[in-house]
């Protein structure tokens, strides 16, 4: 059993700045690929930013140079550090994370969080 907990979300005024947390916990071996995606009312759930399996960072053109990802791999828990923040960014974010639950082979299985609400207004 794998369980991504997300924390940090909550109400900020435009302009103001939020830290996301997500941590995994249980049967976690391999982490090879962790990020966070978003879901206006209305609109699909979108990428904001994630660390590729190549450990590479990509992120939404609209969040750049405002949003950085970070991750502290001895605790498998990413960090999204959000300034700057506009009314647009108002949504839930979703870790997502591929994970092998397995000391052996290579089978990675896709996770989400809960979600937790960011909401961005004066």
């Known amino acids: 059993q794998v369980q991504l907990v997300e924390s940090g979300g909550g109400l900020v005024q435009p302009g103001g700045s939020l830290r996301l947390s997500c941590a995994a916990s249980?049967?976690?071996?391999?982490?090879?690929?962790m990020g966070w995606y978003r879901q206006a009312p209305g609109k699909q759930r979108e990428l904001v930013a994630g660390?590729?399996?190549?450990?590479?960072?990509n992120y939404a053109d609209s969040v750049k140079g405002r949003f950085t990802i970070s991750r502290d791999n001895a605790k498998n828990t990413v960090y999204l550090q959000m300034n700057s923040l506009k009314p647009e960014d108002t949504a839930i974010y979703y870790c997502?994370?591929?994970?092998?639950?397995?000391?052996?082979?290579?089978?990675?299985?896709?996770?989400w969080g809960q979600g937790t609400l960011v909401n961005v207004s004066s």
């Open positions: 249980g049967r976690v071996f391999r982490i090879n690929a």
């Open positions: 997502n994370a591929n994970i092998a639950s397995s000391p052996w082979g290579n089978r990675y299985l896709e996770h």
């Open positions: 660390f590729t399996s190549g450990g590479t960072t």
